[in-house]
């Protein structure tokens, strides 16, 4: 287990808005990430390597001999993948950097696939990742048997503790649970929707409304062009937030996240957005401050969905999936002596490569060299039938060592556990 190590930078140790920095610029580019992985792999020696590259994350999974993961060599890693930027840079990343050898850099990996060392606690999409930087490393030849193993088993134990914990249990995104409380009314797929805002909250609350089967969008923003380019993807009209007073065509939900310092929707610009309309409003505020006046929420008819409410039931959400990561970390923990024994009995089965060879070569010289003679006198039955035997006893040969070191090795690891 030796041979295995990791090097990571993550939310843990750098500002999550800067760890964008550290990711080379190409990651984009396959081909020209490929060269450069490939580039780091044969200069500093990397037997096998994987590349992780997330929006809180940058994790390099490595197999590699009796290397020490100093300081000299981070720079010269960060070197490699960042060749234009000066050395007082690589060395801010390197004092981010952290590394894990041997079995922990196993149980990190084991961690990061579950989500554990997520940002958020059991959020499935870093499982994906994964999977996805796996299968460009591997088509790229850049992964080989150790890592294949590891991710073999990181990727069965995930989907373990997702089914066997509640980690992934009550939504922590803000953005998702206020979706929850809105579809939980019951909203017309018709509605008309005015969105107020064009930023990435927006963004993201309207594509889930798209893909809910609303398609009456209206969309405000300080700048029109941003209001026209979100406006754009959910096939709506766009206008500037000074248009908003002036608005005339009703609507059915608002949903509102802008930096504005001052309420957007004040109890006059909502009256005139209402125009004859008497029915209930449903609106989504989920600006900080809100964007929404109090006396629109107390004196007009509206389901009113808010931001602080949302974040109390995340926190709330958050700290239940915490307590299960107890319980996920005990599964990572017995996984992860099964995978210690699993490399034992690959490094037999590599270290016994060689048997079948020697066996056949054995095989070879008693029936042309040793005992040729004796053969040569035996009639053609006997010929096929004692080459029907030789055969037989070469493959149960073959078996035999590998099998009987494996189960010494079995019975080695369970002599040393506690009782």
């Not at 060749?83 to 149980?107: F, Q, W």
């Not at 499982?127 to 990727?155: H, M, P, V, W």
């Not at 109890?267 to 989920?286: A, Q, S």
């Amino acid at each position: 287990m030796n041979h295995f190590s990791v090097i990571t930078i993550t939310h843990k140790s750098a500002n999550i808005n800067h760890i964008g920095r550290y990711i080379p610029s190409f990651s984009s580019n396959a081909q020209e990430l490929s060269d450069t992985l490939h580039k780091i792999k044969y200069d500093l020696g990397i037997a096998e390597l994987l590349y992780l590259a997330t929006c809180n994350r940058l994790t390099f999974f490595l197999v590699q001999e009796n290397m020490e993961i100093n300081r000299d060599y981070l720079l010269r890693f960060f070197a490699h993948l960042h060749p234009n930027i000066p050395a007082h840079c690589l060395s801010d990343m390197a004092d981010l950097v952290h590394v894990y050898r041997g079995t922990e850099a196993v149980k990190h990996i084991f961690e990061v696939a579950a989500s554990l060392d997520s940002l958020v606690v059991g959020e499935r999409e870093i499982l994906r990742q994964l999977k996805d930087a796996y299968d460009f490393c591997s088509e790229q030849k850049l992964t080989g048997d150790n890592i294949r193993l590891a991710l073999k088993t990181a990727i069965p134990l995930a989907k373990e503790i997702y089914t066997h914990t509640r980690i992934g249990e009550n939504s922590v995104s803000v953005v998702s649970l206020a979706m929850q409380q809105l579809m939980s009314l019951q909203p017309d797929k018709s509605a008309r929707v005015l969105m107020i805002g064009a930023g990435q909250t927006n963004n993201l609350v309207s594509k889930l409304l798209l893909a809910h089967g609303f398609n009456d969008f209206t969309v405000f923003n300080r700048t029109l062009g941003n209001a026209e380019h979100l406006a754009r993807k959910i096939n709506g009209q766009a206008f500037t937030l000074a248009d908003l007073a002036h608005y005339g065509n009703g609507f059915d939900i608002i949903v509102s996240c802008t930096g504005a310092t001052e309420p957007i929707i004040t109890e006059t610009v909502y009256r005139h957005l209402l125009g004859t309309e008497t029915n209930p409003k449903i609106i989504v505020d989920l600006a900080v401050p809100n964007d929404v006046a109090g006396a629109v929420r107390t004196n007009y008819p509206v389901h009113y969905i808010e931001v602080e409410q949302l974040r109390q039931l995340a926190e709330t959400n958050l700290n239940l999936r915490k307590e299960e990561v107890v319980k996920a970390k005990e599964l990572v923990a017995q996984k992860l002596e099964e995978f210690k024994l699993l490399m034992r009995h690959r490094r037999v089965e590599r270290g016994m490569a060689v048997i079948p060879g020697q066996i056949k070569e054995i095989k070879e010289k008693a029936l042309n060299t040793v005992f040729q003679k004796e053969i040569a006198q035996l009639d053609d039955k006997s010929k096929e039938l004692l080459q029907k035997v030789i055969g037989y006893l070469e493959q149960k040969y073959i078996g035999i060592p590998i099998k009987v070191a494996k189960n010494v090795l079995t019975e080695e690891l369970s002599a040393t556990e506690p009782l």
